[in-house]
């Protein structure tokens, strides 16, 4: 098995959508834990200051192998399902953030 690897997903929500996001977030981190993709590390949540629709998430993989799996993971397809349904656009590159082009950004962290 190969070594833990990271993602970067952005996300850009509607502000009035951006609780139940989260809520959806937190509970597809439960489906990674549960199905045993993910390591112990806690998942990263952060938000723009300059535009809160826009979250980032910070996810360790166990592997490449648990990361090549998520497509074809049933339980994983399904929050996803729920997130695609809820967020304005979610398959965005990081540069969209604001801050993205700021070195040294700071970004709003996002608790549970």
Known sequence: MSQSQYMLATYQV???DRAAFIQ???ATEAAYREEQLVTDAPIIRMSS???PEYLLEIIEFKSAEALSSLMENANV??????LIGTWKDGDIAAD????AHI???ILEPIRP
């Open 77 to 82: 397809q399904a929050h996803w399902g729920k």
């Open 49 to 51: 200051k300059e535009d």
């Open 24 to 26: 959806e977030l937190i």
């Open 96 to 99: 969209r953030v604001p801050e």
């Open 14 to 16: 509607e502000v009035a």
């Open 103 to 105: 070195p040294w950004a």
